[in-house]
């Protein structure tokens, strides 16, 4: 069973920083990827970053250089985000695929966590 479990939003101030964390529960595969995407009010579900079994990476070209994400290699992703902007308010949602290329395509991410809030205000 895979499940993510996310954790770690919350309140900062534009400039700020946090970090996310995801737990993919229960599941022992040797090839998948874990991706985070990002939904805002009144906008569709966005790619953030990703990082596969193999430890590639990738991010969205508004994620680079302000966000890392890394694993402990226990089946748990994070994602240091730095430099928050006011815009990047939202749900931040953490998927799996069992499939070592990490695509940006939320369609081909299969399973989905709850999401976290993660709100950037003055």
């Known amino acids: 069973q895979v499940q993510p479990v996310e954790s770690g939003g919350g309140s900062v101030q534009p400039g700020g920083s946090l970090r996310l964390s995801c737990v993919g529960t229960s599941y022992s595969y040797s090839n998948y990827c874990m991706g985070w995407f990002r939904q805002a009010p009144g906008k569709e579900r966005e790619f953030v970053s990703a990082i596969s079994s193999t430890g590639s990476s990738n991010y969205a070209d508004s994620a680079k250089d302000r966000f890392t994400i890394s694993t402990d290699n226990s089946k748990t992703v994070y994602l240091q985000m730095s430099n928050l902007k006011l815009e990047e308010t939202a749900m931040y949602y953490c998927?799996?695929?069992?499939?070592?290329?990490?695509?940006?395509?939320?369609?081909?991410?299969?399973?989905w966590g709850q999401g976290t809030q993660v709100t950037v205000s003055s």
């Open positions: 998927a799996a695929r069992l499939n070592s290329f990490c695509s940006t395509s939320r369609g081909t991410y299969p399973y």
